[in-house]
């Protein structure tokens, strides 16, 4: 028995390989300790060779901010906002505001450069609601971002409009079933 395989022409005008478009997803779930599973997700696709990006707005305790990420493996970089506390509610005093205004803008910068594969956006809901991030500029941000970049948002009481944008919704809720 004889087989034959036929290899695509490369002087075709049609690409070889052609990256794939970005998703945008969301996580969300009345109380906050849902990360975990978003975390395992970010873990998977880190050790499979994807280039992860884990920020954390409102978890803090650590001293870390963007300055001092914690690298996980060769292909995940966790970083968390460089709080004394984490946040739960506002208000946030003048030293914390400009903590996570500084690791958003960090955020975008980094983003932009497309270096990561997996952007994960932990508790962004919240920064928004509680007026530390403008709504308008996650938009913003979410369009203009390289096409190849997936986007992870979590957070309780995402904005319809982040919603709206949204390729995947994942609604994390308790089941009161026995």
């Known amino acids: 028995m004889v087989s ?5 022409s490369l002087s075709s005008r049609q690409p070889v390989t052609r990256r794939i478009e970005g998703l945008v997803q969301v996580f969300t ?7 975990t599973n978003v975390m395992a ?5 880190a050790g499979q060779g994807t280039s992860v990006l884990v920020v954390q707005f409102l978890k803090g305790g ?3 901010g963007f300055e001092h990420p914690v690298k996980l493996g060769q292909n995940l970089d966790w970083v968390r906002c460089n709080l004394p506390r984490c946040i739960d509610a506002p208000p946030l005093n003048e030293e914390e505001t400009r ?3 500084e690791l958003w803008h960090h955020t975008q910068a980094v983003v932009m450069e497309g270096d990561y594969e997996l952007v994960v956006l932990d508790e962004l ?6 007026g530390l991030v403008s709504e308008t500029e996650v938009l913003t941000f979410l369009n203009q971002r390289p096409r190849h970049v997936d986007i992870i948002l979590t957070g309780p009481e995402m904005p319809a409009s982040l919603l709206d944008m949204a390729d995947q919704i994942t609604e994390l809720r308790r089941s009161h079933q026995p």
């Open 41 to 45: 997700q970010a873990l998977r696709l």
């Open 29 to 35: 779930c009345s109380q906050r300790s849902f990360f």
């Open 4 to 8: 034959s395989v036929e290899a695509p």
């Open 62 to 64: 650590i001293a870390q």
């Open 99 to 101: 903590s996570l205004i």
């Open 125 to 130: 809901s919240l920064a928004i609601r509680f």
